[in-house]
């Protein structure tokens, strides 16, 4: 059975950092985060191959890093200069080469003073 397993979530103040992981049961070719704010529709933050090529939201870029270790069947997304607009539920998701999709069960991101 496939499991993602994510910890890092939490509360932090405007301008501070996080950083999120999950551990996968299996080994995945692209593994990566999403995030939903209330009200909104879940959308990409960062993904990542296992060949190491990334991608990430415009509005992201610059202030996280998404990393992996592929031995570990773990990424991590570093989140610097965390803004209000970040607070949402974060998700780790894996593709297998087939392109099917797991998610992990989310972990809260609260960016406030």
């Known amino acids: 059975q496939v499991q993602l397993v994510e910890s890092g979530g939490g509360l932090v103040q405007p301008e501070g950092s996080l950083r999120l992981s999950c551990t996968a049961s299996?080994?995945?070719?692209?593994m990566g985060w999403f995030r939903q704010a209330p009200g909104k529709q879940r959308e990409l933050v960062a993904t990542i191959t296992s060949g190491g090529s990334s991608n990430y939201a415009y509005s992201v870029k610059g202030r996280f890093t998404i990393s992996r270790d592929n031995a570990k069947n773990t990424v991590w997304l570093q989140m610097n200069s965390l803004k209000p607009d970040d607070t949402a539920v974060y998700y780790c998701?894996?593709?297998?080469?087939?392109?099917?999709?797991?998610w992990g069960q989310g972990t809260q991101v609260t960016v406030s003073s």
């Open positions: 998701k894996a593709f297998n080469s087939a392109g099917i999709g797991y």
């Open positions: 299996v080994s995945f070719y692209t």
